[in-house]
């Protein structure tokens, strides 16, 4: 029997002894209606799939990772059906996000259409860490309203101990311009991480700035070691203000951007429900929350300037008044 082909792990077989270990593609960690996203996608419905390609040391949600064949379960219509249910607040977008949605390609396949018909308003967009199998590209740029990318590493030197593979970022780039190639319509997150401006943040965000077609550059300055980061050496910190003034340096004069002005939304009903939201509270007492909700937002408003202002897209707290009006 022919090996999986959804990611460039090439595995013998899908399984519990695969890299990702998702034996039925489609499980889901985490769904709801999240508000920090870029505005031009937010708010979003994001479904988080379990299962992912690499194995990043700072990842946010690694339960989705290290239990991957945990989570709920629902037959793609019964999904979509769902996520049009008016008990979910307003949202503009629906991302499928993870772990990494590519490799549970055979369920996205599926999920896609029936999105469609029962979101038709709403914007589709794919996030990936873009370890992605070239061939899936086309298709993927067909499927999707927006690809957003995150380019975690540069240097395989980098991605080989703190991602699971020194072929990562060469992957990311290739996958990077046959997404811009075939016309898909970018966001590149370059993440921002403490140690990592020189050998990862400048080179990624020089090579992003330059591609052509229609390709936003979000340089992420907000980084917050979670999870197995918080014990190590080097991404067991915070940026510096020194290090997030060099990182917004990095932009190129008239380098194209994520819209700096949030899309209208209806308002949001008295009856919308949000779901519980995971947190990690560190030996610090630091809380960490990997995903903002409605209910979450006043905790936001409330944030010190100096922690407002590493969100770069944030905006103002009026801004994200629109969203719960
Ligand atoms: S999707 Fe999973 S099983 Fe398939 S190649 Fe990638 S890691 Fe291996």
């Known amino acids: 029997m022919a090996g999986c082909t959804d990611c460039p792990r090439a595995c013998a077989a899908r399984g519990p002894d695969s890299y990702c270990g998702t034996s039925r593609p489609g499980r889901v960690f985490w769904r709801g209606v999240t508000l920090l996203e870029e ?13 992912c390609s690499l ?26 059906r769902d996520v049009a249910d008016a008990r979910h607040p307003p949202f503009n977008a629906v991302s499928l996000v993870g772990g990494d949605p590519t490799v549970n390609l055979p369920y996205v396949r599926d999920l896609v259409p029936a999105l469609r018909r029962h979101v038709p ?11 992605v199998d070239l061939r899936h ?41 046959a997404f811009a190639a075939a016309g898909a319509r970018l966001i590149l997150r370059v993440l ?23 390709v936003q550059v979000h340089v992420m300055t907000h980084y917050a070691p979670a999870g197995r980061a918080r014990s190590h050496a080097q991404l067991g910190r915070g940026l510096t203000d020194a290090e997030i003034a060099a990182a917004r340096a990095l932009l190129p004069p008239g380098a194209r951007v994520p819209d700096a002005a949030p899309r209208p939304v209806r308002a949001r009903l008295a009856t919308a429900e949000d779901p519980a939201v995971p947190f990690e509270v560190g030996p610090d007492g630091r809380v960490l929350f990997p995903f903002v ?10 944030l010190q300037p100096a922690l407002r202002d590493r969100l770069s897209y944030l905006g103002t707290p009026a801004d994200l008044a629109l969203s719960t009006e």
């Open 121 to 131: 308003t709403a914007d589709l967009v794919l996030n990936t860490n873009l370890f």
């Open 192 to 214: 921002v991480l403490p140690g990592h401006l020189d050998c990862c943040a400048a080179p990624t965000v020089a090579w992003a700035a330059a591609l052509p077609g229609d």
């Open 137 to 177: 590209a086309p298709w993927l740029t067909d499927a999707f309203d927006w690809i957003v990318g995150d380019v975690h590493f540069w240097r395989p030197a980098c991605a080989g101990p703190l991602a699971g593979s020194r072929d990562y970022p060469a992957a990311a780039v290739a996958a990077g311009e």
């Open 39 to 51: 505005h031009a996608i937010s708010p979003t419905y994001e479904i988080y799939f379990t299962g």
């Open 293 to 302: 909700t409605g209910d979450l937002l006043p905790v936001v408003a409330d």
């Open 55 to 80: 194995r990043c040391r700072f990842c946010t949600v690694p339960d989705a990772l290290y239990a991957p064949d945990v989570g709920e379960w629902m037959p793609p219509e019964d999904l979509a």
